[in-house]
């Protein structure tokens, strides 16, 4: 079938992407799903720091691929091993596939899945299976999910159902930012409501964090920006402090656990520093494949202190999303309020400067199939 999408045609080209137009608007063909696949219409996705780190080169992928991680949508096709989605069934994707069969997926969440990881890194879905080309040339496959586009074919293994009720626009955000920032909070650091829990980087995962210790009733959320903008968002959405990094260092303000959220290594001292004795420093930010970062290896021992890495907030989406569709349903864990705008597809390149330039938490594409 024809779709729409924006592929990413190459990387590291100069800002403002508005002028540079790295990522071009297009028609694409999309093969029927296999055995293990459906066929999804895209109804939302959402901008992340991950799609803007394959753009600006800092972590490179195979090109041209249609970009796109953070979606939702409803099942038009199912493969014929697939039995327990419906047609029109509203959806989740995942964009870690969990083969259920490796020795990571048997980590309860800890390590991503080998094979979702390999198929990740060569812009194919879960059963090295592609989809997508133009003009008869290949396009790759973006995380298992391609959801910048009218259209996806995806493995079942990267789906989640959510009830129709849910709108699309908060269903895409389950997929990433809450699994990512939420996790963090309830699957690393589980805390207790007296604990102290600090937010370092204020974009859609760093403001998920935020949220979701605020509905688990942690006491005192302590949020860490640069940019003013933020700090009076995480104000309004139930931090209890707020601050700069440079204060955090004037200062000396501590908590128990500290969740950094801007995959920067100068975010990761922060953090680091900023985390109490015998507390915990939980990294889920992305940083350039060669940074570096400094810190006193003495306080690990002398202050017990502990360093996690979480990648996907160490989530098993399949367990996870339905937590926080309740969570949701319940009023206590309101994602809507981290959308800053819903954008248009041909919007895609100013969009990606406005996330690089920290003005947007999550900027939401909207496909209308009506």
Request: hydrophobic share 40%.
């Amino acid at each position: 079938m024809h779709i729409r999408g924006a592929v990413l045609e190459e990387i590291g080209r100069e800002r403002p992407y508005a002028d540079s137009r790295p990522i071009s608007v297009c028609q694409l063909e999309l093969g029927d799903p296999g055995p293990t696949e459906v066929l999804i219409a895209i109804e939302a996705a959402g901008l992340c720091h991950s799609d803007l780190s394959v753009v600006d080169g800092n972590r490179p992928r195979p090109l041209p691929m249609l970009l796109g991680h953070e979606a939702a949508g409803t099942v038009v096709a199912v493969g014929e091993r697939v039995a327990d989605l419906r047609i029109g069934q509203r959806v989740v994707m995942s964009f870690l596939p969990r083969c259920e069969e490796c020795d990571a997926c048997a980590r309860d969440g800890q390590l991503p899945c080998t094979a979702g990881t390999r198929a990740n890194t060569a812009g194919e879905l879960l059963h090295h299976t592609g989809h997508l080309s133009r003009d008869g040339d290949r396009v790759r496959h973006h995380l298992g999910v391609s959801g910048f586009a009218t259209h996806a074919v995806v493995d079942r293994a990267s789906l989640v159902p959510v009830g129709d009720s849910v709108p699309p626009e908060v269903a895409a955000l389950f997929g990433c930012a809450v699994l990512t920032g939420g996790g963090a909070v309830l699957n690393v650091a589980d805390p207790r409501p007296e604990d102290s829990l600090m937010v370092v980087g204020l974009g859609g995962v760093g403001m998920a964090a935020l949220l979701t210790a605020k509905a688990v009733g942690v006491e005192r959320i302590i949020a860490v920006d640069r940019l003013a903008d933020k700090l009076a968002m995480a104000e309004e959405l139930g931090a209890t402090e707020t601050c700069t990094p440079e204060r955090i260092a004037e200062e000396g303000i501590r908590a128990r656990y500290v969740v950094e959220c801007a995959g920067h290594p100068a975010a990761f001292e922060t953090a680091y520093a900023a985390t109490e004795p015998g507390g915990m420093t939980i990294t889920v930010g992305l940083p350039g494949p060669n940074a570096t970062v400094t810190l006193p290896p003495l306080s690990l021992t002398a202050e017990a202190r502990t360093i996690v890495g979480s990648y996907l907030g160490s989530a098993v989406p399949a367990r996870d999303i339905p937590r926080y569709e309740h969570m949701w349903r319940e009023g206590r864990l309101p994602v809507e309020k981290l959308i800053s705008s819903r954008i248009r597809l041909e919007e895609i390149n100013a969009a990606m400067d406005h996330l690089a330039d920290g003005k947007a938490v999550r900027q939401i594409l909207m496909f209308d199939h009506s």
